[in-house]
């Protein structure tokens, strides 16, 4: 313990950065990027394929440090506290990175950046998803803002990336403006905490505010309230979402997907960090006792918002006319739904939301993808214009029928096993909070329960309408008596189409995998049963290789133990 | 290789591969594509035949004629569902392959929440699925008058035979859950692109109100998952459970078997009808000793955690039979949810009214007898008279709106409403005593089910081919049909009288069936609702004919000279319709055909329903 913290910090930067590498690869991505355009040569080079390339290969990379850590549940911290190690960080890492290069491939069908723009695009996409991953991992209040301001300063200008679209600017100026605020709020609500409790380390924070019982003061009950209402931001949950239809409406829609997947998955895991450090079942009685005031409080609050969220965004969706609008009040009405499953603030909880997040990845891309293609081939985004389009393209439709339903929760798709997760989650945390003498959590699970089936049923409505639209009217070309002409998609998009809806239809079928790697993965970090970050000089002998053999607060009691005798 | 296995599953899965293959046909070969989905449905039928048989079999090597108190052959016992599941559980765990003959068919599905590819036959899904196999392939014969989109429409109707199948054979509430909703969607589309001119509100109103049913069902789904039943547990999987956890107290279990879930829900009812708290206590504890075995030391706290258990409580029973009720009922249709059903069975195409009326309406009425009642006896037998009262207005009301009717296809659905009311009647006449009365109930609404679905179905496709001529359904435009069509006047006549009820004709049977039963039917409250609810229901007979009489009278009788060059019934519209009255005809002469392999499994619900009582 002699060790100045920079000296440790300097002796273990290697191992961190390789644990790290994934993200790096990203940087040295977006520098690449910028930098070849300098070269006359290739100045007009598409950068589609090398973006493409080089996700891949980072994901290859994640996907690499995932089979190192599966069987061992750990929580390992980086950089000094300021990022997090974990199997859920790992999970969420592979999901976005994974995304990223689906999404990739997406522009690279239908050409929306164009090879001038290129560069500036993948570079925006790569720092968007760079700071998504530090949001899926940050442990300290400084990181936390950072890495929410690195995903949304790239968003900012996605949103605006069809030049000389009015709407397109306006989308971007009222994404800006509203993210200016809550990031300001936000890092008010930081400087609270930090200041209140002299240390950005979350693990210490949140054991401060509830093991020593701060919870009620009013500067935590700001600073949390503040810090909240970012991720709330990001999340676009009710009562932050108005942003949120009005960029999915301006922006393209391949920009849509992937705020709607990417910064929703990023927000969630950041969510679930804060409050599942805060509260929640441990399984035991006796630990529950500890923790009790604050789940008291962060159970019904979360609850309402969940359920505010997804009641809104069904109902507001079922008014809209234009395709990307409809889709976005879906994604806030998913946002909902996902945020129910933290409600329970359990680690059954966290899992289901990974599974949630990995279907939802699949049914929102989908969704998308289809709604670029129909643009690209009609140069429309009006759910009217579409009428009967089933017999100009029925592949695209059929698809886009898939992904719709499995949005909606049809079995055998992904999507109702995603809410069937919800679901169970919902009702076993139910029983469990009644077995603990907590009645009214109880109860607030069971009402959660039945919103989220209530929801399922108004949901119905709006897509069942599109289908309509698109398969059960006649077309334009029939009333006003001309010929139907077929308009089918290119071959290349048809089968992206084809394939993420089969993926979506095995995912709902083949359950098996992804749930126990979600069950697995679950396992977020225990801050509460992480003691205060101290540094160790050198790694450990029995680290893994290729991993950060960094400090080990472990995820067990076990663990922890080891890690003190090593000092 | 387990036979029975890959004979249910093909049976479910041809449609489906059908389906599938359909996609390869190019355009312009519509003919082609109708005789493949019809070969489609024939091998579908086929199969189920084979299962059938096997099912045979399995019924006549037990067969032995010693009876049990209930009045049911003894050596049928062991082939009731639990008797068999537990054998096969054995078997399985002696040889480590599951045995092949027995109609049973579980493999793991999805681990994480141990929901099983369940599945498994007895007397009331055998009975459900040849009736769907049948209906299927004599509707896709019906089919071929529909133009539009030939591809889309065989398709949606294939997997919608797939939906069907699966939900009669699963054993496996997930599954069945499952198969349950997949049905929704073809038949959203089948109403909603070939229906009539208000077809998007019917099918909108079809989805929306089943939809809304599956909630809750899901929400009793989710109830039973999260209960703990390692006390009822085969005690390998308890044992197999305990090992898992190594020796940390015991492990709790959770199934979605349905078979074990209605011998929890049985114990539950037992428990609640005990009388003193000694006598509970006792009850609990031989529970827990008869597991002492298998587990980890009990105490006396577990003995108390037993004594909570959520099936042990009236509120759970009300709250959760409530849920599946009105989940099922909504598909049944039981008043006050019926309106989904004139607007969707009107608007629907011909052959898809037949399926409608035929087959969908039944998955209702087996949904009430294999999950609902097994799972919360206590509830249903508490609440049998007001289910009483229900089926009542079912009946009346059914019978009253069709009279009213001036739309022919629309009255078809009204006295839908009102015969299936009779099937809810014979369900629910839970009696005090004298349980072979109920008996008789039960197989009468499993038989009234039957007829139902090939009288209505007969009765749709009769409007259909008017339909077709007259392209109005204008019950006060028609007359004198019979002039220029004799053969088709006198097979709808027939038809309808079998709708009716009339003795020597299919609906005869049931519906005498259910009213016997009822006669007897009464609760300490109520000491004569039976004999007020036999009467009205056997007076509601008389509005039946009522209206069939007056229908056939405006319809067929008479001359009219504008319909005087119409065709007579063609010979593909005779081969869809005469195997209906063949069937009507046969069923109604020889209720045994159906009866012999079917009422040992009805029975046998009812039997182990009142063991206690005995």
């Not at chain 2, 949810?337 to 035929?358: C, K, N, Q, R, Y």
Request: hydrophobic share 50%; net charge neutral; charged share 15%.
């Amino acid at each position: 313990m002699n060790a100045t913290f920079a000296e440790a910090l300097q002796s273990r930067l290697p191992a961190d950065a390789v644990a790290f590498l994934p993200e790096l690869v990203l940087c040295g991505a977006i520098v690449v990027m910028l930098l070849i355009r300098l070269v006359p040569r290739y100045d007009r080079v598409h950068m589609g394929a090398i973006a493409i390339l080089i996700a891949g290969f980072a994901c290859g990379l994640a996907c690499y440090q995932w089979t190192q850590m599966t069987n061992v549940a750990r929580t390992e911290y980086l950089f000094g506290g300021m990022l997090v190690f974990d199997n859920f960080t790992i999970f969420l890492k592979i999901f976005l990175l994974a995304f990223l290069t689906l999404v990739i491939l997406l522009t690279l069908l239908t050409g929306i950046p164009d090879r001038e723009d290129s560069a500036d695009f993948y570079v925006l996409l790569f720092g968007s998803t760079l700071g998504m991953s530090l949001m899926a991992s940050s442990s300290h209040l400084l990181m936390v803002f950072l890495s929410i301001e690195m995903a949304s300063l790239p968003s900012y200008a996605l949103a605006g990336f069809l030049k000389g679209r009015r709407q397109s600017s306006e989308a971007a100026l009222k994404y800006v403006v509203y993210g200016g605020g809550a990031s300001g709020v936000m890092l008010y609500g930081i400087s609270l905490l930090a200041g209140k409790f002299g240390t950005g380390f979350l693990p210490v924070i949140l054991v401060k505010i509830t093991a020593e019982g701060h919870l009620m003061e009013p500067a935590v009950v700001m600073g949390l309230t503040f810090i909240l209402a970012g991720i709330g931001f990001k999340l676009a949950s009710v009562p932050f979402h108005f942003w949120c239809p009005d960029v999915f409406e301006g922006a393209a829609a391949e920009v849509g997907a992937f705020l709607s997947v990417a910064s929703k998955g990023a927000a969630l895991a950041m969510l679930a960090r804060v409050v599942l450090g805060m509260g929640g079942l441990t399984g035991t009685a006796d630990r529950f006792d500890a923790w009790n005031v604050a789940t008291d409080y962060l159970v019904p609050v979360l609850a309402v918002f969940a359920v505010l969220t997804t009641t809104f965004g069904n109902l507001a969706a079922y008014g809209q006319t234009n395709l990307k609008r409809l889709l976005a009040y879906s994604t806030i009405a998913h946002a909902g739904f996902m945020m129910m499953g933290l409600a329970a603030l359990n680690r059954d909880g966290a899992a289901a939301v990974l599974f949630y997040l990995v279907t939802y990845l699949f049914m929102n891309l989908g969704a998308f993808a289809v709604v670029a293609m129909l643009r690209n081939l009609t140069g429309q985004e009006d759910i009217s214009y579409f009428r009967g389009f089933i017999y100009r393209s029925p592949i695209l439709v059929i698809t886009l029928g898939v992904f719709l339903l499995s949005l909606l929760g049809m079995p055998p798709l992904a999507g109702f096993m995603a809410k069937f997760h919800i679901f169970t989650v919902l009702y076993d945390a139910g029983q469990e909070y009644d077995r603990l003498g907590k009645p009214h959590l109880s109860w607030t699970m069971y009402a959660l329960l039945l919103a989220g089936g209530l929801n399922t049923v108004i949901s119905l409505f709006y897509y069942v309408k599109v289908l309509k639209v698109m398969i059960l009217e006649k077309t334009l070309e029939d009333v006003e008596e001309r010929p139907v002409e077929a308009k089918p998609a290119p071959i290349l998009h048809s089968a992206y189409a084809v394939a993420i809806a089969l993926v979506v239809l095995v995912l709902g079928v083949y359950v098996n995998p992804l749930a126990d790697a979600s069950g697995r993965q679950g396992g977020i970090a225990d801050f509460r049963s992480t003691p205060r970050p101290t540094v160790t000089k050198g790694p450990p002998k029995n680290a893994p290789i290729g991993l950060n053999p960094g400090m080990k607060m472990g995820g067990g009691k076990k663990k922890k133990k080891k890690g003190m005798g090593m000092e | 290789m387990e036979t029975d296995l890959l004979m249910m599953s093909l049976c479910i899965f041809i449609p489906s591969a059908f389906a599938l293959g359909l996609l390869f046909f190019p355009k312009g070969t519509e003919e082609y594509m109708r005789w493949w989905s019809l070969v489609g449905t024939a091998a579908t039928f086929v199969f189920s035949m084979f299962v059938f048989i096997d099912y045979y079999a399995m019924l006549q090597r037990n067969q032995d004629n010693t009876l049990t108190p209930a009045g049911i052959r003894r050596a049928d016992a062991s082939t009731q569902l639990s008797a068999r599941a537990e054998a096969a559980a054995n078997v399985k765990a002696r040889s480590g392959e599951p045995s092949s003959d027995d109609g049973l068919a579980r493999y793991p599905w999805i681990g994480r929440f141990g929901i099983e590819y369940y599945l498994g036959i007895d007397g009331i899904s055998m009975a459900m699925v040849l009736l769907t196999t049948v209906l299927f392939f004599l509707s896709m014969i019906a089919s071929w008058g529909i133009e539009k989109h030939v591809k889309g429409y065989c398709m949606l109707f294939l997997i919608l035979e797939t939906g069907v199948l699966g939900t009669f054979f699963a054993l496996d509430f997930f599954l069945f859950y499952i198969f349950w909703e997949v049905m929704l969607l073809p038949m959203y589309f089948l109403i909603g692109i070939w229906g009539g001119p208000r077809r998007e509100y019917a099918a909108i109103k079809f989805f929306l109100y089943t939809l809304f049913g599956s909630v809750f069902i899901l929400i009793a789904l989710l109830a039973f998952y999260f209960t703990d039943v390692q006390d009822f547990a085969p005690k390998e999987t308890v044992a197999a459970a305990n090992a898992a956890v190594k020796g940390k107290g015991t492990a709790e279990i959770h199934t979605f078997d349905l078979v074990l879930l209605a011998k929890v829900g049985k114990q539950g009812m037992d428990w609640m009808h005990l009388e003193s708290e000694a006598e509970r206590k006792k009850f609990v504890q031989a529970i827990v000793d008869r597991r002492e075995k298998e587990r980890n030391p009990t105490s006396a706290a577990d003995v108390e955690r037993r004594l909570e258990q959520a099936f042990f409580s009236p509120t759970f029973q009300y709250v959760m039979f409530l849920f599946l009720f009105v989940g099922f009922a909504i598909k049944v249709p039981i008043f006050p949810f019926h309106t989904w059903l004139p607007d969707a069975h009107v608007e629907a195409p011909t052959p898809i009214s037949m399926i409608l009326a035929g087959i969908l309406l039944k998955l209702g009425g087996y949904g009430i007898l294999r999950i609902a009642y097994p799972i919360c006896p206590w509830a249903a037998h508490a609440l049998a008279y007001y289910l009483c009262i229900l089926a009542m207005i079912n009946i009346i009301y059914g019978a009253f709106a069709a009279m009213a009717q001036t739309d022919f296809k629309k009255l078809v659905a009204y006295s839908s409403i009102s015969h299936m009311g009779y099937v809810l009647l014979g369900i629910a006449v839970w009696p005090e005593s004298n349980f072979n009365n109920w008996a008789w109930g039960m197989n009468g609404a499993m038989y009234q089910m039957i007829a139902h679905g090939i009288s209505s179905a007969g009765m749709f496709f009769c409007v259909g081919v008017i339909y077709d001529r007259a392209h109005h359904r204008n019950l006060d435009n028609f007359r004198g049909l019979n002039e220029p069509m004799p053969l088709y006047g006198g097979i709808s006549a027939l038809i309808f009288f079998a709708g009716l009820g009339l003795p020597g004709l299919c609906g005869f049977v049931g519906e005498f069936m259910v009213i016997l039963s009822t006669w007897n039917f009464s609760t300490p409250d109520h000491p004569h609702a039976g004999k007020v609810l036999a009467i009205l229901a056997a007076l509601t007979v008389v509005i039946t004919a009522a209206y069939i009489l007056w229908t056939l009278q405006r319809v067929y009788l008479g001359t009219n000279p504008a319909y005087k060059d119409y065709k007579d019934i063609t010979p593909r519209e005779l081969v869809c319709i005469i195997p209906l009255a063949i069937l009507a005809i046969v069923l109604g002469i020889l209720p045994v055909l159906i009866l012999q392999w079917m009422e040992p499994h009805v029975t046998g619900l009812v039997d182990s329903l009142v063991q206690l009582k005995m």
